[in-house]
């Protein structure tokens, strides 16, 4: 094994963070809205004929509600993915604009790589609009990162996301893309809201 890295799935709730890491893993998209918490999935990846590496992806809790949590992803990731709706883009991507000046703040002035998401492409006229253009431009170009759009419903761009994280992190890949029999999910523990708040208090950073 050549190594983890960890990577955190951020952004407000109803994105579809938890839809993307499915359709990237299971090529499946679930029914059902479910609140995320917190989730680690794992999975390797060929990184040359008889090395690999392990890959762990974090789908985090789609609010500040827990911001112990989210400040602890954000320290200990080696790229986070920034993720918003393009159906309702003006109120989503503040979001990111706010977890990025988090990152920047948390991170300080080390380099970590960072690739927004505009989700739910299909729920768009035009993916080449106007103010589609404007976000592109702000993450492309002022914030130097990478920008894609996708649809985790309609398995758009899914791969895309795949291949500019492992560039990010300067993995060297020959699978193109995630295999079923790859992945391994590790479920959380099932705890109420109280029982998670008072145990994230406790936790020293």
């Not at 993307?20 to 060929?46: H, V």
């Not at 992945?183 to 109280?194: D, E, H, N, W």
Request: aromatic share 6%; with cysteine.
């Amino acid at each position: 094994m050549e190594g983890c890295f960890r990577i955190a799935v951020l952004g407000t709730k109803k994105v579809g963070k938890t839809c993307l890491i499915a359709q990237l893993l299971k090529k499946s998209f679930p029914d059902t809205y479910s609140p995320t918490i917190e989730a680690l999935f794992q999975y390797n990846i060929q990184t040359s004929e008889n090395k690999f590496a392990k890959l762990e992806i974090l789908d985090t809790a789609g609010s500040f509600e827990f911001p112990d949590l989210l400040r602890k992803a954000v320290r200990s990731c080696h790229a986070l993915v920034l993720m918003f709706d393009l159906s309702d883009s003006m109120r989503t991507f503040r979001e990111v604009e706010t977890l990025r000046q988090l990152i920047l703040d948390e991170r300080g002035g080390e380099s970590v790589p960072l690739i927004v998401i505009g989700n739910k492409s299909d729920l768009i006229i035009k993916e080449d609009n106007v103010e589609n253009k404007v976000l592109d431009a702000i993450v492309s170009i002022d914030w130097d990162c990478t920008y894609l759009t996708t649809s985790a419903k309609c398995d758009t761009n899914i791969s895309d996301v795949y291949k500019a994280v492992c560039k990010g992190l300067g993995i060297d890949v020959r699978q193109t893309n995630v295999n079923d029999e790859d992945a391994v999910t590790r479920k959380p523990r099932k705890l109420s809201l109280s029982n998670l708040k008072r145990r994230v208090s406790s936790i020293a950073f």
